[in-house]
């Protein structure tokens, strides 16, 4: 089973709701859902859809090929009616083919033009053979107003559509959330504190998410002037002990890059988050991109330390978040959570497990606070103001005690021990996970790719016989690992115009996208297959 | 409690920042005396001469970047509101660089200190033009004099809300102490422009001295406030009044944000 649902009409329609209710109403039935959202940087009008693909397997991303398209304006079947031939539409705004629904009349004159998608859902429940107690219950627990009108519109939706499928309940359901959703949480899980952000598309639904639940989940949330405020607010507040994370796109991160140099020095462990988006500059600003690799990993005058993760999927980026929670405090450096529009905005299947807060190494107690105490491993013992009276951190060089140095012997001993922290964060590396195998492991051909990509990659590779290479940290590059599996002949994947990460590692061979969408299984294949 | 950190003082002899280090460090020993910890203070600077104070103070510190002071003292006093924070800039650095800060850390009140060494010039960068010197004068940045007109950053702090704006003067020993001593206890954010001369490349120190009058009105009038503002615009005439500007007690950011909550306790 693995069908898709095109819902598609214009900005303020509702349209994103409607692909959330309907994961959510597969997910009750023990579906795996994935939903891409595509909107513009519009408010009212334009053209926006959700592409809701439900599978029994895994799924992590959408194709172009649709099962059903579901219309409320014109627009949705101008532009996609190559998708399929199965079209519900609204007969009020559309012309077309197909099975027609006066929901636009049938809503006003019940006083809302809202509830038009509560008739779409209901058709769609009829349509797949979905009974409608399981999209009542799920509908009544995403409206605060109009209940009952709400019941009425499925019902009336329901009633106006024939059955196609039998999706009958085949497990229990998990969690249903969007990457930005799962970043938030996982930090929340080991132990942040305070989220400070400036709203950027695609990371602010991380700030709206956590502005909303904060008091549930135990996190602050501060909108700052601007991401330069941002940044130096969380280093203030990392420096007074507690967890912080700040959130912004690649502009943002542009304007945060000289902090992100002072993390590095004051060993302050800030977590940032980058959500990618189309560059360069203003770029296409709802519309996804892997293009900030480069950036971010280079991103700091000097020789900044720091950790770059990258997560696929909302599932990945939950852990990953209190990962990078928990290593930028065990290290005391700056950690980057890598994703893009495409994790930060769809909306997957997700199993939360078990996290939590790591301490990190704590001062013991005795003789004069030094917050720099040079150590084997680098790491000086942490201690914060309000316990201790001589925390000195610093954005100069600087003495064990964070008095500035500018003599040679000392500035060297310091930048030393710095680079010892990032040997030992290595070595924990190299011990865990740092890079996935998928596919076809004896393979001749393998798909080198990262974050999001993996979606498409890994479809593909299963469906040609191929292996798929992926990184999970991007700094330091895992190339110990990597050296290991990328043998023969190797084709880079990415959603950036040069190829950044192939670039990286020396491969020749690339296929990559750059309009702004994501990879869709489909259109890789077609791509390989011109290749192969 | 030892104030001395043993760091060799590298600032010009006869340099104002002696006379604010001085009084500062009176303002934290009487602090300490009447019951603050000495481990809930903490310290922060920018870049440029002033900065270096937190290498001359034994309290907790941050020695921040250029401009940032108000933000990163912020989020200090975000994370645990039983620290009292004082930050340090220079002209340059709260003026110019980092005024979108120092206007929003005013704006929404938070519970913050900044004290600023407004020697109207950039020192350690050896002599340009800064946000506060005169126009026409002659620097290594105009040689042919200032082409800009100077900013009032007491009227920028009425006008952004700041709820206790003060100036001194680093000739003033006394005086500098008692506002810094009032600006720390000031619930909600205070700042205290402190004029002083640069002896290397702005040396208006005469000037200074001749003009400087204590202020004597009703602080919470802030109708008066903005003409006493009015009466120096940062050039070379008028009267440089000194003391309280304004002052006025609201909810803080804090207050409002965590409704009693301690972050670095929770």
Redesign the interface.
Known sequence: MDISILVGGQAGDGIKQSGVILAKIFNELGYRVFVYDDYQSLIRGGHNFSIVRVSDKEVYSHNDHVDLLVALNQDTIEKHKWRTKEIIYDSDKVKSEGKDIPARSWAKEKGSQLLRNSVFIGAICSYTGIGLEVAKNVVKNSFHKMIDENMEALKFGYGSVDKKYEMKKIGEPIEVMTGNEAVARGAAAAGM??Y?AYPMTPSSSILHYLAKNGEKL?V?T?Q???E???A???????????R?MVGTSGGGLALMT??IS?CSQ?ESPVVFVNSQRAGPSTGVPTYTMQADLKFVKNAGHGDVNKLVMAPGDAEESYFFAAKAMNLAWKYQIPVFLLVDKQISESTFSVKVGNVKKEEPRLWDGKGEYQRYKITENGISPLA?????????????EHYE????TEEPEAVAAMQEKRLRKMEALKEEMKKGETVKVYGKKDAKVTLLTWGSTKGACIEVANQLGLKVVRPLYLEPMPVWELDKHLKGRVIAVEVNATGQLADMLGIKERILKYDGRPFTPGGLRKKLEEIL | MNLE???CNTWCPGCGNFAILASFKKVVEELVKEGRR?????I?SG?GCHA?I??YV????????HG?V???????????P??TVVGFAGDGDGYGEGV??L??AAKRNIDITMIIHNNRIYGLTTGQFSPTTPQGQKTKSTPYGNPEYPLNPIKLMLGAGATFVARTSSFELEHMRQMMKEAVNHRGFAIVDVVEPCLSFFNAGDYIKANTYKMNHDPSDLKKAWEKACEWNYTTEGKIHLGIFYREEKPTFGEL??KG?N??K?
């Open positions: 504190k305070l400070i135990g602050t501060v700052d002037e601007n330069i405020g941002v130096n607010m969380a280093v203030g507040s990392c420096f007074a002990g507690v912080t000289e902090t002072l004051s914060f103001p309000g316990d201790v009276a001589t925390a000195k951190g610093t954005s100069y005690n964070g008095t500035t | 950190t043993g760091a000495h481990e809930d203070i903490v922060a870049i270096k937190v290498d034994n309290v907790n510190s941050f020695y921040s970047i940032r108000p933000p990163t003292i912020s989020g200090m006093k975000v994370a645990n039983n620290l979108a800060h206007v929003f944000l965590l909550k972050l670095r929770s």
